[in-house]
């Protein structure tokens, strides 16, 4: 159950930007800002829950490593959406074969997801007792809130469709 909540939130956080937010913000400094904001969380999720320097490297290590993982296949996942959004054009035929492999490669990684969550927590398991990573869970759910906040006030009204 612990693994459903962590999913959309590493997902939010290693999420490709929308196009609107590619208009807006240089490359190089979007990625600036989402390392800033990576490394303020985990600075103080290290001071909330009192991480030694070595439980912080750890911790470190397989969130930054998670982060990378989940980007691929965040943007892998996005290339299928696009594909099997085009075949659905109206006016169009779709092909049933492709419209079949496309959706079972959605469910692989989305499955892949799932596993990646549940391997990193056993990963955290290893060195967090419980409570630090209810902690870590909690504090991941709220930068969640945060980030799709801060996405919907970016998109404005028209972000609200």
């Known amino acids: 159950m612990r693994t459903i909540f962590l999913?959309?939130?590493?997902?939010?956080?290693?999420?490709?930007?929308?196009?609107?937010?590619?208009?807006?913000?240089?490359?190089?400094?979007?990625?600036?800002l989402q390392q800033e904001v990576m490394r303020r969380f985990m600075e103080n999720y290290r001071v909330q829950v009192a991480l030694d320097d070595e439980q912080f490297a750890r911790f470190?290590?397989?969130t930054r490593q998670s982060m990378e993982r989940r980007t691929e296949l965040l943007r892998r996942e996005r290339t299928l959406w696009m594909a099997l959004q085009g075949q659905m054009r109206p006016g169009?035929?779709?092909?049933?074969?492709?419209?079949?492999?496309?959706?079972?490669?959605l469910v692989a990684v989305q499955q892949q997801r799932v596993d990646d969550a549940r391997a990193d927590l056993a990963r955290y398991g290893e060195f967090l007792d419980p409570v630090q990573q209810a902690q870590l869970m909690l504090s991941l759910r709220r930068l969640q809130f945060q980030i799709e906040g801060a996405r919907m006030r970016q998109r404005g009204p028209q972000g609200m469709q």
């Open 7 to 32: 999913i959309p939130v590493l997902a939010a956080l290693a999420a490709p930007p929308l196009q609107a937010q590619d208009d807006q913000l240089p490359p190089q400094r979007r990625m600036a």
């Open 60 to 62: 470190e290590e397989i």
């Open 92 to 105: 169009v035929a779709a092909d049933a074969d492709s419209l079949t492999n496309l959706m079972e490669e």
